[in-house]
C-alpha cells in the first residue's frame, strides 16, 4: 500500500502519490461575490481565494480579519445552516457548501464581510458558475473520503435520513422525497449521483421556497429579513406567486440541492449513498454529527 510520508514529499513524490489518490482541491483564482442575507437582510461581499492549507477557513474582513476553521461538530441547523466559530458565526452556508461539495473544493478561504452568506437568487447557480468560470485545481494534499460501511436510518416523526454503502461501489448517490398538502409541490422525489455536471444541470438552479403564510412569523424571529421574489420562490394557499418554476419539481431539487451543502459540511469527499425524507437542515445535520461520532459506520477510504 502506499502511504504518504513527509520526508518524502519531493515534487516528483507528490505528483505520483495523487495521481493514484485523491488530493484536496482549490480554486485556481479569486471569486467575488455581492448580494444579501436572506435572513440578515444586511448586504455583504464575499471572496473565494485559493487557498493551500488543506481546510475551508472563514474570514471577517470587517472583524480585523477574524478568522474560523469549518468544523462540523459546531454547527446549529433551524431555517438554514449556521457555522459556529468561537468568535463569529457564518448564516445559511449550505448553497456555497453544496457548490464546493459538488465540485470537491476542500481548500479554500472565504471572506466575507457581515455574518451571513449571500443569498443570491436562491440557488447555487451563482456560485457554481463562478467556479466553473475560476477554474479548480489539485493541490499535493492527499484526502481521504469517508465510505459509509453498514447502513444507518436516523428517524424523527415521520422524516428520516439515511445513510447507506453505495451500489456502485463509488460516488455519492443522493435521494429526496418531499411531500406538501399543496397543490403546487405534493409528493416529488428523485434521486441522483452528485457530480460537477449532474450539480450543475440539475441541482445548482433549483432555488429556496417559502410559504407567505410563514413570512410573519419569520421576521418576527428576525429571520427571512431579506427574502423577496428575487430569491425564493414564494407559495401562497393554492399557487407560487412568482413562476415560472425553473423545473416543474424545483422543490425537491433545492431539498437535494441543501442536502448536498449540509452533507459537504465534513469537508471531504463521500462515498455512498444518502436519502433523505420530508427532512430538512436539523435533520441533515444530525447525520453528518452521527458520522462524525460513530466512525464505526465507516471508513476512510
Ligand atoms: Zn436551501
Not at 481546510?55 to 469549518?70: C, K, N, P, S
Not at 468568535?87 to 457548501?97: D, G, I, K, N, P
Amino acid at each position: 500500500m502506499l502511504r504518504f510520508d513527509p520526508d518524502l514529499n519531493s515534487w516528483s513524490f507528490g505528483l505520483y502519490f495523487i495521481s493514484v489518490m485523491a488530493a484536496k482541491k482549490t480554486i485556481q483564482k479569486e471569486i467575488s461575490l455581492s448580494g444579501m442575507g436572506i435572513h440578515s437582510g444586511k448586504n455583504v461581499r464575499l471572496v473565494l481565494k485559493p487557498a493551500e492549507s488543506g481546510e475551508i477557513t472563514f474570514l471577517r474582513v470587517d472583524l480585523g480579519r477574524l478568522e474560523a476553521r469549518l468544523n462540523p461538530r459546531n454547527l446549529e441547523a433551524r431555517n438554514s445552516t449556521t457555522l459556529l466559530g468561537e468568535q463569529f458565526q457564518v448564516r445559511t452556508v449550505e448553497h456555497l457548501m453544496a457548490a464546493l461539495f459538488a465540485f470537491g473544493i476542500n481548500s479554500l478561504s472565504i471572506e466575507l464581510d457581515a455574518d451571513e452568506i449571500p443569498i443570491m437568487d436562491g440557488s447555487a447557480r451563482p456560485f457554481a458558475q463562478a467556479i466553473k468560470k475560476a477554474g479548480m485545481r489539485r493541490l499535493a494534499l492527499p484526502v481521504r473520503p469517508l465510505k459509509i460501511r453498514k447502513p444507518l436510518i436516523l428517524e424523527e416523526k415521520d422524516e428520516f435520513v439515511s445513510a447507506a454503502p453505495s451500489p456502485s461501489g463509488g460516488g455519492v448517490e443522493l435521494s429526496y422525497s418531499i411531500e406538501y398538502p399543496h397543490p403546487a409541490i405534493r409528493r416529488q422525489s428523485l434521486s441522483l449521483k452528485l457530480s460537477p455536471q449532474s450539480f450543475v444541470r440539475e441541482i445548482a438552479p433549483a432555488r429556496t421556497f417559502g410559504f407567505l403564510k410563514d413570512v410573519e412569523r419569520l421576521r418576527s424571529r428576525g429571520l427571512a429579513l431579506g427574502g423577496s421574489f428575487e430569491n425564493a420562490v414564494v407559495l401562497d394557499e393554492e399557487k407560487v406567486l412568482n413562476g415560472p418554476l425553473r423545473f416543474p419539481d424545483e422543490f425537491v431539487r433545492h431539498k437535494l440541492l441543501d442536502l448536498a451543502g449540509d452533507l459537504g459540511l465534513l469537508g471531504r469527499p463521500l462515498i455512498g449513498r444518502f436519502e433523505a425524507h420530508k427532512a430538512g437542515h436539523r435533520l441533515h445535520v444530525k447525520l453528518v454529527q452521527f458520522l462524525l461520532d460513530h466512525p464505526e459506520y465507516w471508513t476512510a477510504a
